[in-house]
């Protein structure tokens, strides 16, 4: 420890890499292999590329095609485009004829393209009567369902 000589407070603090233990001493802060001491220097944080795990930091296995996200202080591993998470696995997202990735976040990966539509997880063909032509706005938005069409 070293004397601060404030008027307020103990009058002493710990040197960088200690933390106080009550009134009257100073402790080590043990960092685990993977981490390192933040810059209050009274805690610990792991490394990019490790988990902490109670007192510890875990490397993190990365699975074929993925890759290490990190955000507040927390690591862990997303799945590249084009494949979802699967098993502590990445495994690839099976688009059908005639469809396309997609970037929602719930509900099928994949979308139709324009003139087919999903039925039973493939895209058929949208077969327009003699003098229609084929629009694309939503059934949905329509207050139509597809069996009225």
């Known amino acids: 420890a070293y004397a601060t ?3 307020y407070g103990l009058g002493w603090d710990c ?8 009134e009257t001493g100073c402790a080590d802060v043990v960092v685990p292999e993977g981490g ?3 810059p209050s220097s009274e805690r610990w944080h792991c490394l990019r590329g ?15 095609n993925a890759y290490l996200e990190h955000s507040l202080h927390v690591s862990t591993w997303v799945c590249e485009r084009g494949f979802k998470a699967k098993d502590n696995s990445c495994v690839a ?7 396309y990735l997609n970037t929602s976040s719930y509900g099928l990966p994949w979308t139709c393209e324009r003139g087919f539509r999903e039925k ?6 949208v ?19 597809l069996d009225e069409v």
């Open 5 to 7: 000589n404030r008027a």
């Open 93 to 99: 997202i099976e688009v059908p004829v005639n469809a």
């Open 127 to 145: 077969v327009s009567p003699a003098n229609a032509y084929f629009e694309d706005v939503s059934l949905h938005e329509n207050g139509l369902k």
């Open 15 to 22: 040197f960088h890499g200690f933390r106080r233990t009550g």
């Open 36 to 38: 390192f001491l933040d």
């Open 50 to 64: 490790f988990a902490k795990l109670d007192d510890a930091c875990q490397k993190i296995v990365l699975p074929a």
């Open 120 to 125: 039973d997880g493939q895209c058929e063909a």
